[in-house]
Nanobody, 123 residues
Framework: QLELVESGGGLVQPGGSLRLSCVAS????????VGWFRQAPGKEREGVLCLESSGGLTIYADSGKGRFTISRDNAKNTVYLQMNSLKPEDTAVYYC????????????????WGKGTLVNVPS
């Protein structure tokens, strides 16, 4: 059973940066596609970015284009989301999730989910 725990969220001013981490346990993260998703206040959850086991990238939304980067360190069983030039519209609970090998369409077909970490960018 794969367990996922996010960390790194918090309060950040517009234009600032955060790096979110998601640590996996119970299995080897290298065998999974893993991605980041978010749910803003009053909105539905949306996919952001996803990395397949082979390294292929899936972009679910362009809202973070040029600002967000997903990466993984298989030796540490960890996936990261680097967020730069943050905007108030980025305020959301951010989740990591995983599925065997491939990034799914739609995003919510992911099999394993963390409980999220809050990113708050005030207006």
């Amino acid at each position: 059973q794969l367990e996922l725990v996010e960390s790194g969220g918090g309060l950040v001013q517009p234009g600032g940066s955060l790096r979110l981490s998601c640590v996996a346990s119970g299995s080897t993260l290298a065998d999974y596609a893993v991605g980041w998703f978010r749910q803003a206040p009053g909105k539905e959850r949306e996919g952001v970015l996803c990395l397949e086991s082979s390294g292929g990238l899936t972009i679910y939304a362009d809202s973070g284009k040029g600002r967000f980067t997903i990466s993984r360190d298989n030796a540490k069983n960890t996936v990261y989301l680097q967020m730069n030039s943050l905007k108030p519209e980025d305020t959301a609970v951010y989740y990591c999730a995983a599925r065997n090998l491939y990034c799914p369409t739609p995003y919510y077909a992911m099999d394993y989910w963390g409980k999220g970490t809050l990113v708050n960018v005030p207006s």
